[in-house]
């Protein structure tokens, strides 16, 4: 593993490559995209094993925390959804300094919606790996404001807490949720970001969601935006495997279902 900081107009971008144990046999390129605000810290731990389990099979493995995120530059509120795209595009240039492999874009929940997003700008047609999709942002972003309307329920503020929100981003000014500031740039990219399949190619994607259920299948919605990348003529691999939504949970655990489903899926993407 090779921690580094990634030079950028806009700050330096922290991140962490896993090439595979024999440069001469590589079998594919990924960039991993972490999911949004705390989520990235709670998925830390799963993003790190899956990693090195991806290098260790003969992938190299870039990740990359985005502006304003974990040990790159700047704070939170710098952070827009087009500096994010533009983070990514960073990463993928980089990456490409290594290897000519076959390119995977790798998102949990909200860094999905940003695969899909910043795909549009690369100069080649990307795979996909989707832990756990947001399918849409506007709803990924109406739940992480509801983070806010939950901590003013104790104080009797909560009624309104939304309009509020909303009266702030029109204005233009940041907003303050569950401890991270949110700009009305960032808000507004990620409110408008739908997992639509890319129109510069299709290639594979690999759909995995988690469940504690046995008998769980992928929800309804899920179903339903499957079906535009398999229209667009993506071949896509979904599947609900057991295990905890790790990205919202009080402590720390891991899923190794969804670990070894990966794993299995990546004969795909070479």
Known sequence: MQPFFLPSERGQCFCLYHPPPDVGVVRGAVIYL?????????????????????????????????????????????ATWSVWKENVLLAYRWLRTQTQVPLTLWGLRGGCLLAASAAVDLPEKANFIFWQPAISGKLHWQQFMRLKMAGELASGT????????????????????????????????????????????????????????????????????????????????AKVVRGPAFWQTSEIEDAPELLAATQAALALLT
């Open 34 to 78: 972490h999911p949004f605000a705390e989520e990235m810290n709670k998925a830390r731990r799963m993003a790190a094993l899956q990693s090195r389990a991806m290098a260790a099979a003969g992938f190299a493995v870039l990740q990359i925390d985005l502006l304003g995120c974990g040990d790159s530059a700047g704070d939170f509120s710098d």
């Open 158 to 237: 909560a009624k309104g807490i939304t309009e509020q929100l909303c009266r702030q981003l029109a204005a233009g000014e940041p907003v303050e949720i569950a401890g991270y500031t949110v700009s009305p740039a960032l808000a507004e990219g990620l409110e408008a970001a739908e997992l639509e399949p890319p129109a510069c190619g299709a290639r594979q994607v690999i759909w995995l969601e988690t469940s504690m259920r046995d008998d769980a299948t992928l929800a309804p919605v899920s179903q339903t935006r499957i079906e535009h990348w398999l229209m667009a003529g993506y071949a896509v691999h």
